[in-house]
């Protein structure tokens, strides 16, 4: 019987942003994102939920391996974003920089580099009420 595991790690970045579309005039943009708008933007401190699902190893009893896990979430994500501002990172050009969009941008850059085992999930907690989750369905 082939066992699967859900392993979910933490990691912690702080950034500022603000939510706004050249898609739509300045007054829908207000009116849309509110004082997430404002014009000088404002801050997070954003929680990155990893989760990576496999079989674990039989030697081990590991499904991937947590360092290379930490290396490459530390390296890909939380130094390229950490106290930056997200609207000037070349991922957010054509994106406003909303949870559901970086909880993919996130998942994008992790998908093909994950050590062992599968990327299954990326959540993103952006304030103490909201959270975003982010998985692809696997072809069936
Ligand atoms: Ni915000």
Redesign the pocket.
């Known amino acids: 019987m082939k066992e699967i595991i859900r392993v979910t790690r933490q990691y912690r970045f702080c950034a500022a942003?603000r939510?706004h579309t050249d898609a739509l005039p300045d007054d829908v943009n207000r009116k849309v994102f509110g004082k997430?708008n404002n014009p000088n933007g404002?801050g997070?401190n954003y929680t990155v939920f990893v989760t990576v699902t496999g079989e674990p190893d039989a030697v081990t009893g590991e499904v991937t391996d947590i360092e290379a896990l930490d290396r490459l979430v530390t390296g890909k994500i939380v130094e390229r974003f950490d106290h930056r501002h997200l609207n000037h990172d070349p991922a957010f050009r054509q994106l406003v920089t909303t949870g559901e969009n970086l909880a993919r941008v996130i998942w994008d850059e992790l998908v093909n580099a994950v050590p062992a085992g599968r990327l299954d999930k990326v959540g993103l907690r952006?304030t103490r009420d909201n959270y975003f989750e982010y998985r692809d369905t696997p072809p069936s």
């Open positions: 942003h939510l997430c404002h997070h952006e």
